[in-house]
């Protein structure tokens, strides 16, 4: 027997969302990338450390982990993404927010602003690199 499934139209209507942990996107300048790299490689594999503060509450730190670094400049805009990843247990965090977020490299630290930093992590990761 031929199994089947029903289909009404294309429309998306759900969406599945990992709430936790989180991806908080942002970008780095091209200028900023080398000594990012190296502590890359100093930290052999280890994730390096990344603080998030959002604007609804500047006082508060989030702790993150980078966990991708693009593996290209955009040439339009001399900036490269790069993807930490935030633990969000009480669902607190929402997309959407504005944050300052800031790379950790030792007594030094990479800082930037973003307005689209938290990207929903889908089920089916098509979005990840």
Known sequence: MKETW???SDTLLATIVVANPLNV??????????????????AKGAELAVEVHFAANEKELYSAKLS??????????GMIT??????NPKGELIPGLFAKVRVVLGANAHETETGKELKQQYDDDEDDN
């Open 6 to 8: 029903c289909k009404g």
């Open 25 to 42: 996107l942002f970008e780095i300048p091209e200028c900023d990338l080398l000594p990012l790299v190296r502590k890359m490689r100093e």
């Open 68 to 77: 991708f670094l693009d593996n290209k400049v955009d040439a339009a805009t």
């Open 82 to 87: 790069a993807r930490a990843v935030l633990a």
